[in-house]
C-alpha cells in the first residue's frame, strides 16, 4: 500500500484539505482496514481493491482438445475442426503440451501443482461459443496457491523501488472462444471460429493490489516469466494476453464495496488508465451518495472512461457441471513416476521443474551481481526486447568497464531508438560498432561529445 | 420450502420455457420433492464421483496440426455467411421483464 499511498492521498486531499503529514500516518496505519483514526481527524482515506484475471493464449501448434493449428492471421473458419465448430459426434482429446505449459506456468509461479485436476463446463450463450459451453477447470484447476513478485517506483523514481507481491488463487487451462465481429449496421454479428479452441492458461490474481501502477506492473513481470518459458508469447496487441480487472473500494474497517469488473484493456497503458478511473469513479459515486452496481464495464480508451456493457445484464447462471468426456488428469513426480507406461501419456511434474529457464528476477540478480549494475538498470534491460544481449554483445567488444557502458546504452542509445520509435533490433547502430565507439572513447582518442553525436 | 417468484423467472430464462400456470409450479414443486430423497442418504466422508470413467487413463495428444482447412465443408451447414464468416443475430438480446 505504500506506492498507492501517495496517489490517493492526493487525490482526496484536493477535495478535503487537511494536515498533510497527519494524513500520511493515518493512510499508511489504515491501508488494510482496521481502527479508523483518519476518521477522527476527519479524512476520508478510501482504499480501492483489485483483483487480475490474466488468460495467456498457450503457445503451442494445435488447440487445447483439437487438432487444428493456432495461427494469429488466417483466413476466416480455415483453422477450425469439427470440434471447434461443436459439430455433433465430435469429442475433446487434451493436448499434452498445453499441459506442460500450464505445469511450467504454476511451477514459476510457486504454485502448488495438482497431481489430479478436473475439467468442468461453463455454460452461456454467445455467438462465437459454438457448444453452449467452455471446457474450464472450475472445481480443482492444475495449480493452485502461488505468488508473484514485483516492483513499482516509489514516487515515480526508478531509484526507489518497491518490491510487492501478489498471490495467485489459481490457474486453469481452459478454451478460448471464436471472434464477433458486430455489424451494427446490418443487426448482425460476423464470427470466426479459428480462435474458439485454442488453449488458455487463466491465471487469477488475488485482489492484493491498490491501483493501475501495481497491476500494470504484476501484468508486466508476468508477461515477461512467460515470454521467458516460452509457454506463451503474451503479447497483449495480439490477443495473447487479456486482462480483465476487478475494481472496488471501501472504507477502512469496512468489508469490501461491491466490485465492477473491466473488460477490453489492450495495453498495459490502458490497463492502469482503466483502473485508476474506475477507482475515481466509484469513490465519486459513494461520495455522492450513490451506490456501486455488481455490473461488467468497458474500456473506452479514446474517451479515457469505463462505461457498462450492454450485454452482460445481471448475474450469469453458468451452471457448472463436471465435464462427462474427460477423465481426471493425472500428472506425476519423480516418486510417483509409473513403471510401465508409455512415457508420452506421462507427464513429469520434476522433469519439468529441472528444465525451467532462469526467470526474469533471477536473470536481474545475476546481471547485477556479474557486472556491477545497479538493480534499476537490470529492470531497464530486460524491459527492452532485446537490449539485454546487445549490452552484453557490448561489454564483451569494448575495453570500457560495464558500469561505464550501461550509460551509453541505457541514456543514450536507448533515448535515442524511443524518439524515433525503433526497436533494439532495428538500431542503425550495432552492438559492434558501439563497442568500437567505447573502446575509441575510453583510450581517450574521442572526446565524449563527439561520441554522442554519433 | 415454497418455490419463490424469483427462482421461477431464473429457471424460466435459463429453460426458456413458461411453466407459469398453477399445474406447472405444483408439477415443479412435486418433482423437487421426488428429488430431495436423495438426502436421505448419509454421504459423509464420501467423495463424490462425477463419472464412472474416474479410473480411466486421460489421453494426452501430441502437439502435432491434424485437423482444419475444411472451410467450405463447415460453411454448408451456415444458413447465411457473408465471405466465410458465420452470421449471427447481434450480440444477447435481453429477454424482456416478465410480469408476476
Not at chain 1, 502448488?112 to 478436473?118: D, E, G, H, T, Y
Not at chain 1, 488475488?206 to 512467460?226: F, H, K, N, S, T
Not at chain 1, 563497442?435 to 581517450?444: F, G, I, M, T, V
Request: hydrophobic share 40%; with cysteine; charged share 25%.
Amino acid at each position: 500500500a505504500k506506492a498507492c499511498g501517495g496517489v490517493w492521498r492526493r487525490a482526496w486531499q484536493r477535495g478535503v484539505g487537511g494536515p498533510v503529514s497527519g494524513a500520511r500516518q493515518a493512510f499508511a496505519s489504515n491501508a488494510r482496514g482496521g481502527a479508523g483514526s483518519a476518521a477522527r481527524c476527519g479524512l476520508v482515506p478510501w482504499v480501492p481493491v483489485v483483483g487480475l484475471e490474466v488468460h495467456a493464449q498457450i503457445s503451442s501448434n494445435s488447440k487445447l482438445f483439437s487438432g487444428s493449428q493456432v495461427h494469429f492471421a488466417a483466413p476466416p473458419n480455415s483453422l477450425v475442426s469439427f470440434f471447434d465448430a461443436s459439430l455433433p459426434g465430435t469429442l475433446p482429446v487434451l493436448n499434452r503440451r498445453c499441459v506442460e505449459a500450464a505445469v511450467m506456468t504454476g511451477l514459476a509461479l510457486n504454485c502448488r501443482v495438482n497431481k489430479k485436476s478436473l475439467f468442468d463446463r461453463k455454460h452461456y450463450f454467445y455467438a462465437d461459443l459454438p457448444a453452449g459451453y467452455q471446457i474450464t477447470q472450475q472445481r480443482v484447476p492444475i495449480a493452485v496457491n502461488g505468488s508473484l513478485s514485483y516492483s513499482v517506483c516509489v514516487d515515480n523514481k526508478m531509484s526507489q523501488m518497491v518490491t510487492k507481491t501478489v498471490k495467485i488463487k489459481q490457474i486453469q487451462l481452459e478454451q478460448d472462444s471464436g471472434k464477433s465481429l458486430h455489424d451494427d449496421t446490418r443487426s448482425q454479428t460476423l464470427v470466426d471460429l479459428n480462435r474458439a479452441g485454442v488453449g488458455l492458461m487463466e491465471v487469477v490474481m488475488e485482489p492484493d493490489m491498490c491501483c493501475g501502477e501495481e497491476a500494470a506492473a504484476a501484468v508486466r513481470e508476468l508477461q515477461l516469466i512467460l515470454q521467458t518459458l516460452g509457454s506463451s508469447q503474451a503479447v497483449m496487441a495480439e490477443g495473447q494476453l487479456r486482462v480483465d480487472a476487478n475494481v472496488s473500494v471501501h472504507y477502512p474497517g469496512e468489508p469490501y464495496g461491491v466490485r465492477t469488473e473491466v473488460k477490453n484493456i489492450n495495453s498495459l497503458r490502458f490497463l492502469a488508465k482503466a483502473i485508476d478511473y474506475e477507482i475515481q469513479r466509484q469513490i465519486k459515486e459513494l461520495e455522492n451518495g450513490g451506490t456501486i452496481l455488481n455490473e461488467t464495464r468497458t474500456f473506452d480508451s479514446k474517451l479515457g472512461c469505463t462505461i457498462p456493457m450492454r450485454d452482460k445484464e445481471g448475474k450469469q447462471d453458468y451452471r457448472f457441471m463436471p465435464e462427462p468426456n474427460l477423465p481426471p488428469l493425472i500428472l506425476y513426480d519423480a516418486k510417483s513416476l509409473p513403471a510401465n507406461m508409455n512415457h508420452q501419456q506421462v507427464v513429469n511434474i520434476d522433469s519439468i521443474r529441472e528444465r525451467l529457464p532462469d526467470l526474469p528476477s533471477v536473470k536481474r540478480a545475476k546481471l547485477v551481481e556479474q557486472y556491477g549494475i545497479l538493480p534499476e538498470h537490470s529492470f531497464t534491460l530486460l524491459n527492452e526486447d532485446g537490449l539485454t544481449e546487445f549490452f552484453e554483445n557490448v561489454v564483451n567488444q569494448t575495453q570500457m568497464k560495464p558500469k561505464k557502458v550501461i550509460g551509453w546504452i541505457l541514456n543514450d542509445l536507448l533515448s535515442y531508438l524511443k524518439q524515433h520509435s525503433l526497436t533494439v533490433k532495428e538500431s542503425p547502430v550495432s552492438s559492434f560498432l558501439l563497442a568500437d565507439l567505447l573502446s575509441l572513447l575510453e583510450k581517450n582518442q574521442i572526446s565524449s561529445t563527439a561520441a554522442k553525436k554519433v | 420450502q415454497a418455490v419463490t417468484v424469483e427462482v421461477l423467472d431464473h429457471l424460466e430464462r435459463l429453460a426458456l420455457v413458461d411453466f407459469r400456470d398453477s399445474e406447472g409450479v405444483e408439477r415443479l414443486q412435486k418433482a423437487i420433492q421426488f428429488a430431495d430423497q436423495l438426502h436421505e442418504v448419509n454421504t459423509d466422508g464420501v467423495e463424490p464421483m462425477d463419472s464412472v470413467l474416474e479410473d480411466r487413463c486421460l489421453y494426452l495428444r501430441g502437439d502435432d496440426v491434424t485437423e482444419g482447412n475444411c472451410t467450405k465443408e463447415l460453411m454448408k451447414n451456415a444458413r447465411e455467411k457473408v465471405e466465410e464468416y458465420f452470421v449471427a443475430p447481434p450480440g444477447n438480446i435481453p429477454l424482456p421483464k416478465l410480469e408476476e
